[in-house]
């Protein structure tokens, strides 16, 4: 078994982050596998160095340890720009110029750019643009419905989280409840999508163990790995640690940050116990 954390350096590891970690490396342990620390910080504009220490010190204050060096995906663009051209190969990307704006401007009714996992549905405005056209500054999106056309009839996926736990077949309904993601950002990064699924099949992760947020995402993971030949992992969703207000942590939720637990005197297995473990 090989689990990871893969936590983008945006801001401060919290008790939702350690309730991820704790879960992924207490999985591993059981099973005698190895545990995995991965840093997602393709987005250079909000990616610190100074939070990718904070994460190193946090998870080892918890007690876990990592093979090192740790992969770091700001390192490896060629690898995922190999992914992105094969899907291109397959002729299901496409260019996309797009802003923001125009995104939410060519959204007639607001229920159709219904957020999944915080993005917003993208129309399709630019599906006739072939992707081996993008001018610089342009994303790459999945054409999701060629690329499930191209796929396997039966694609499936196995979850063992409590939440999902089975075998669950890639729908139609699902990805289109995500639409034409980005795989290509339009600074020249590889979007999460796809590198999330590039980096656990390069790792050798047999279990995703990560937030139910990501549940959505997962048909379309269990689809790109298809695409790219890779192997598929088994998923394990787990609960959102929540305030005392029902809401979902987020990384500017400084007051559950575990560097502040952490200075109060708070220990290691307080946390456990805090996040219900
Ligand atoms: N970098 C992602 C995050 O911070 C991790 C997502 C995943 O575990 O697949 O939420």
Redesign the pocket.
Known sequence: MRT?????P?GPLHLGHAF?ALTAWDLARAAGGVFLLRI?DLDQGRSRPVFEAGITEDLAWLGLEWPRPVLRQSEHRPRYAAALDRLTALGVTYACRCARADIRAALSAPQDGAPVSGEVIYPGTCRGRPAAMAAPGEAIRLNVVRALALAPARLEFVEDGPAHRGRHRVEAADLAGLGDVVLGRRDGAAA?HLA?VVD?AHQGISH????E??WP?TPLHRLLQALLDLPSPVWHHHRLIRDAAGKRLAKRDDARALARYRAEGVAPADIRRLVGL
């Open positions: 990871r954390f893969a936590p983008s945006t991820s997602e999460y999330v656990d995703v163990v990560r937030g947020d990501l995402a």
